[in-house]
T-cell receptor
Framework: DGGITQSPKYLFRKEGQNVTLSCEQN?????MYWYRQDPGQGLRLIYY???????QKGDIAEGYSVSREKKESFPLTVTSAQKNPTAFYLC???????????????FGAGSRLTVL | QKEVEQDPGPLSVPEGAIVSLNCTYS??????FMWYRQYSRKGPELLMY????GNKEDGRFTAQVDKSSKYISLFIRDSQPSDSATYLC?????????????FGKGTRLLVKP
């Protein structure tokens, strides 16, 4: 079945450490997104990428970095510069803008990051 | 003015009740309207999506969009305990950077047996 795989599901990090969250999709979608979800705050966009080797900052990109070397993969690194990294992170994807279904996001199951 | 307003709840109803969930928005450029269901510690899953104004029905779920009032609704008939989840409304519009998306903060629904 096609879908988005996020790993790890749960991750614990000490302060000062960088961590990388994995996002892999086999939907052949062109665009991929990273959101952060905090209680009472809704979904906030961190980074997005519409094509390979290109990505743009979202509303809360500070302290995060991404890469898009392959169409199916969009890893997110949470750096030590991120002041409040404890959150639920969601990866999403959609087809290219000229394709059917381009206006709808498909989400992964999420990764819960806790900073100790 | 916030772009999307959604009552956070929690909304508690007895099993079998009709549930009404709503969002208001401010940007008239939105053309596509979606409802996602999110169970605790899971990713959101798409329930319904509609284009422009009108109604769309899928089983026990009905989505309504009133673009003139900038108001969207999701109705759940014969609600079940398994419907207990957080429901997120979402909107998208086509712009210079492709589609942009905005989400409500979600309404938590609890259906009691």
């Amino acid at each position: 079945d096609g879908g988005i795989t996020q790993s790890p599901k749960y991750l614990f990090r000490k302060e000062g450490q960088n961590v990388t969250l994995s996002c892999e999709q086999n939907l052949n979608h062109d665009a991929m997104y990273w959101y952060r979800q905090d209680p009472g705050q809704g979904l906030r966009l961190i980074y997005y990428s519409q094509i390979v080797n290109d990505f743009q900052k979202g509303d809360i990109a500070e302290g995060y970095s991404v890469s898009r070397e392959k169409k199916e993969s969009f890893p997110l690194t949470v750096t030590s510069a991120q002041k409040n990294p404890t959150a639920f992170y969601l990866c999403a994807s959609r087809p290219g803008s000229a394709s059917s279904g381009a206006n709808v996001l498909t989400f992964g199951a999420g990764s819960r990051l806790t900073v100790l | 003015q916030k772009e999307v307003e959604q009552d956070p709840g929690p909304l508690s109803v007895p099993e079998g009740a009709i549930v009404s969930l709503n969002c208001t928005y401010s940007n008239s450029a939105f053309q596509y309207f979606m409802w996602y269901r999110q169970y605790s510690r899971k990713g959101p899953e798409l329930l319904m999506y509609t284009y422009s104004s009108g109604n769309k029905e899928d089983g026990r779920f009905t989505a309504q969009v009133d673009k003139s009032s900038k108001y969207i609704s999701l109705f759940i008939r014969d609600s079940q305990p398994s419907d207990s989840a957080t429901y997120l409304c979402a909107m998208s519009a086509m712009g210079g950077q492709g589609f942009s998306f905005i989400f409500g903060k979600g309404t938590r629904l609890l259906v009691k047996p």
